[in-house]
């Protein structure tokens, strides 16, 4: 056997299969395949020390319980992210929907102070809520005197002022609240 032989077998077998046969007979004769097997046996010997020397002292329960513990605490961050989205499109759709597309814009309201002649405020205040059945109209008393602030859309305060002009007008009615039943001013 010639020397690359051996060493080729040396790189691919185990040291303990190349002392018997012929690798055995050319390891007694040649001092430089002799070194080499040596040193390869000693480099496979702290190897093995080394990696034996490399256990973890860190227990595999308490790797598991960190784990989980880690795996809860993102579960729990993502649900937290999640609830802070849907704050943050809520606050806005908010904010587009006051400023961006108005809902009802100021421009179509109209406010008119009206003084009833011989109701009182409240009255007044009852007969335009019986009379006046949009949703957008309304109506302030102002405590102490005698002034109704109504405020709504053109039309409603046209029908708001029609109506007091009909029942709270001492030439034309007597003052007096329509009977329930009774036909609404044209």
């Known amino acids: 056997m010639r020397c690359e032989e051996y060493l080729q077998l040396l790189s691919t077998l ?10 055995g007979d050319h390891l007694g004769t040649c001092p430089d ?17 080394v990696l034996a020397g490399m256990s973890s002292h860190v227990q595999p329960m308490d790797t598991a319980r960190t ?40 421009g179509d309201r109209v ?8 109701l009182s405020p409240t009255a007044a205040a009852d ?3 019986q009379q006046e059945s949009s949703g957008l109209m309304r109506i302030v008393i102002h405590p102490g005197s005698t002034l109704l602030t109504v ?7 046209v029908r708001a002022r029609a109506v007091l002009a009909r029942y709270d007008n001492p030439t034309a009615s007597t003052c007096v609240l329509p009977q329930p039943g009774s036909p609404k001013p044209p």
């Open 151 to 157: 405020s709504g859309s053109a039309t409603d305060l």
């Open 111 to 118: 406010t008119a102070t009206l003084r009833p002649q011989c």
């Open 67 to 106: 784990t989980f513990a880690l795996a809860r605490h993102r579960t729990r961050s993502r649900w937290y992210i999640g609830g802070l989205l849907l704050l943050l499109l809520a606050f806005g759709s908010i904010v587009v929907g006051r400023t961006v597309i108005p809902i009802h814009a100021n």
């Open 33 to 49: 395949c002799n070194r080499a097997t040596k040193v390869v046996v000693e480099r496979e010997r702290n190897m093995v020390m």
């Open 14 to 23: 185990p040291v303990e299969e190349l002392v018997d046969g012929r690798a």
């Open 127 to 129: 007969l335009l809520r």
